[in-house]
């Protein structure tokens, strides 16, 4: 069965650095995602990459998250740097199945960004 696990989260201060993993078991996935839900506030893309590493990002973290993957490792990471309070959310991993196009989500990662 399709599955993808996050790791990675925590909590840090402001302008520090955090690197998410999101592993895929059970199929091969096209698009890779990450997406965040702050408390009150609707789900947002924060960035994808394709299959062939095609990459695009929210505009609020251009310049400071870097999303890839390893597709031998079945393994996309979100790079964050210069963490910013309002990055605190749940991030979620995507991830689109080649072979149907359904997506499949991760249970999500808590990230807190507070002095």
């Known amino acids: 069965q399709e599955k993808l696990v996050e790791s990675g989260g925590g909590s840090v201060q402001p302008g520090e650095s955090l690197r998410l993993s999101c592993a895929a078991s059970?199929?091969?996935?096209?698009?890779m995602g990450w997406y965040r839900q702050a408390p009150g506030n609707a789900p947002e893309l924060v960035a994808r990459?394709?299959?062939?590493?095609?990459?695009n990002y929210a505009d609020s973290v251009k310049g400071r998250f870097t999303i890839s993957r390893d597709n031998a490792k079945k393994t996309a990471y979100l790079q964050m740097n210069s963490l910013k309070p309002e990055d605190t959310a749940v991030y979620y991993c995507?991830?689109?199945?080649?072979?149907?196009?359904?997506?499949?989500w991760g249970q999500g990662t808590q990230v807190t960004v507070s002095s």
């Open positions: 995507n991830g689109q199945l080649l072979s149907s196009g359904r997506d499949v």
């Open positions: 990459i394709t299959r062939g590493g095609s990459t």
């Open positions: 059970g199929s091969i996935f096209s698009t």
